[in-house]
T-cell receptor
Framework: GQNIDQPTEMTATEGAIVQINCTYQ??????LFWYQQHAGEAPTFLSY????GLEEKGRFSSFLSRSKGYSYLLLKELQMKDSASYLC?????????????FGKGTKLSVIP | SAVISQKPSRDICQRGTSLTIQCQVD?????MFWYRQQPGQSLTLIAT?????????ESGFVIDKFPISRPNLTFSTLTVSNMSPEDSSIYLC???????????FGPGTRLTVT
């Protein structure tokens, strides 16, 4: 089975840095996605990690440790528009699988 | 990435009726999927829409309740049949292009069943 854990809610200050963690226990792992979802809107793709390490994309970075079953999304220079839910999703099982299993999401509130 | 549209964007339906949701992509895609997002919950995969053949359903979802069509590489429909209030949810299609595993989501259809 698939089990993905994220904090339910987080609050951070505009201009600061926030780290959103995701841990997973899955029967098969072939990559981890992060999506951003504003209230009432569809999820938008942020990152996809397959190998261990940090991948940076502008203000957003994503880290993966497969041996620890752990990932985090790092948001720098927070802006009010970053207030949204952040969804962690694991791809698998099966190397060719497109199936995504989502965590419940972390609702981030950015305050002035 | 592909531009994905869904129709309708929202609807209010009476229990016992059916609603067909359309997903249109502006370019050919490799894979199309249908998800459900119940109020306050995360996304759950309903099925993979296979072009020219029957959809592949996830555990807990059946074809009689959620018939799916995918007649070509840019279009798919999901029907929610014999609706009950428990079917009130956002239904989203997602697509994969080329050899990538990255999935992109449509804007969603917000369904309320009364």
């Amino acid at each position: 089975g698939q089990n993905i854990d994220q904090p339910t809610e987080m609050t951070a200050t505009e201009g600061a840095i926030v780290q959103i963690n995701c841990t997973y226990q899955t029967s098969g792992f072939n990559g981890l996605f992060w999506y951003q979802q504003h209230a009432g809107e569809a999820p938008t793709f942020l990152s996809y990690n397959v190998l261990d390490g940090l991948e940076e994309k502008g203000r957003f970075s994503s880290f993966l440790s497969r041996s620890k079953g752990y990932s985090y999304l790092l948001l720098k220079e927070l802006q009010m528009k970053d207030s949204a839910s952040y969804l962690c999703a694991v791809r698998g099982p099966g190397a060719g699988s497109y199936q995504l299993t989502f965590g419940k999401g972390t609702k981030l509130s950015v305050i002035p | 990435s592909a531009v994905i549209s869904q129709k309708p964007s929202r609807d209010i339906c009476q229990r016992g009726t059916s609603l067909t949701i359309q997903c249109q992509v502006d370019s050919q895609v490799t894979m199309m999927f249908w998800y459900r997002q119940q109020p306050g919950q995360s996304l759950t995969l309903i099925a993979t829409a296979n072009q020219g053949s029957e959809a592949t359903y996830e555990s807990g979802f059946v074809i009689d309740k959620f018939p799916i069509s995918r007649p070509n590489l840019t279009f798919s429909t999901l029907t929610v049949s014999n609706m009950s209030p428990e079917d009130s949810s956002i239904y989203l299609c997602s697509v994969v292009q080329g050899e990538s595993y990255e999935q992109y989501f449509g804007p969603g259809t917000r369904l309320t069943v009364t």
